[in-house]
Structures are given as structure tokens and as C-alpha cells.
């Protein structure tokens, strides 16, 4: 079955925006091979607001290729996006009842792994809901104070196990979990 993957960029003080929305402290290196990571998902999972902002986005036509072709791979994939609004977009299917049953049929569907991409408050409802898979938070050197939090009213503790951890030139660790399983007792 395809895995729901959260793949973020978080500040070592737990923000994934600064107060502002601002993701300019944001690094990519290209040791940390993303292009590996966009080529085993084919589904991104956005909010609306998200969605608005990057789900269309293109870089400046002064941007180098690297970037052109991050963009070109991201809107390659198949897009649904989570929201209270019911609207049309030719590029995106949007979602607006039932997220843990249509978040079920899509990952029972073939294909590769999904990506969650965000904002912070459908993270938070796939948080609380148990529908993240694989957690892959890149921690980058920077503190920022005050910003969006990522664990932000978590309705119960959240149990992770650590499954691997890469650490970049740049001074990015990723740190990939998977949710603890419970464990079950015969009696």
C-alpha cells in the first residue's frame, strides 16, 4: 500500500513558517537529493492555502535549472487538495468531506508514495487522525523565536521511532520516523 509521507522543512525551535509565512531560512542543498525524493511519490497532498500559494507555483524565468526542474517534477504529479471550499481546478482535485475515508481510497489506489505537503493545519488533522505514514522533518540551523509551530494541538502524544537520520554539508539532519505501532498483549 502507498505511504502518506510528510516531507518538511522545520527550524530547530519547531517552526515550519516564521511570523510572518516566510521560508527564506528554507536550505536545499543538492547532497540531500531531493529529485530522489520527488521521483518515489506521484500524489501531493496540499491544504487550500498551500494550495493558493505554491500549488501553481513557477520560479522566475531567471532561475536556474535545478529549480525549473523542481518545479517541473512537482507539478508533474497528481494533486488533491483538502479544504472547505468546493471548487473546480483543472490542475487539482479538491477534497472537502470525509479526509480519513478519500485519504484510505487514495492510498489503496496503485501507485507510489504520497506527499504530504501541508499547510500546518491539514498536518495537524493528518496528525491527529494517524494518516501520516513516514514523518521526514529536515531540521535546519536556524532558530527563529516565533513562527507557525509544527506540533501545534496535538489532541493525544505523538510516539515516533526513529528510522534513519542523514545529516547534510549544509547542517540540515533529516530525521526520518515512522509512528510507534501499539503493542498488543495475548492474554
Same mark, same amino acid.
Given at each position: ?12 525551535? @519547531? ?5 510572518? @509565512? ?28 498551500? /494550495? ?11 532561475? @536556474? ?51 504530504? /505537503? ?11 487522525? @494517524? ?45 526520518? /520516523? ?10
Amino acid at each position: 500500500m502507498r505511504k502518506v509521507i510528510l516531507d518538511l522543512a522545520v527550524t530547530l525551535d @519547531g517552526f515550519i513558517e516564521g511570523t510572518n @509565512g516566510e521560508i527564506d531560512w528554507c536550505i536545499l542543498d543538492d547532497d540531500m537529493n531531493f529529485d530522489e525524493f520527488l521521483a518515489g511519490i506521484d500524489t501531493i497532498f496540499y491544504g487550500r492555502v498551500s /494550495y493558493d500559494a505554491w500549488g501553481d507555483f513557477q520560479p522566475d524565468a531567471n532561475a @536556474g535549472a535545478a529549480e525549473q526542474n523542481l518545479w517541473k517534477a512537482v507539478h508533474a504529479k497528481h494533486k488533491f487538495v483538502f479544504s472547505s471550499q468546493n471548487r473546480q481546478d483543472e490542475n487539482a482535485t479538491f477534497i472537502n468531506t470525509n479526509i480519513a475515508g478519500k485519504v484510505a481510497e487514495i492510498k489503496a489506489q496503485e501507485g507510489k508514495d504520497i506527499w504530504l /505537503y501541508g499547510g500546518a493545519g491539514l498536518i495537524r488533522t493528518f496528525i491527529n487522525a @494517524g494518516l501520516i505514514d513516514i514523518y521526514r522533518l529536515s531540521v535546519h540551523p536556524v532558530a527563529l523565536g516565533t513562527g507557525k509551530p509544527l506540533f501545534k494541538n496535538l489532541q493525544q502524544r505523538l510516539k515516533l521511532n526513529l528510522v534513519k537520520t542523514n545529516v547534510f554539508r549544509s547542517g540540515v539532519v533529516q530525521l526520518i /520516523y515512522e509512528p510507534a505501532k501499539l503493542k498488543v498483549i495475548d492474554l
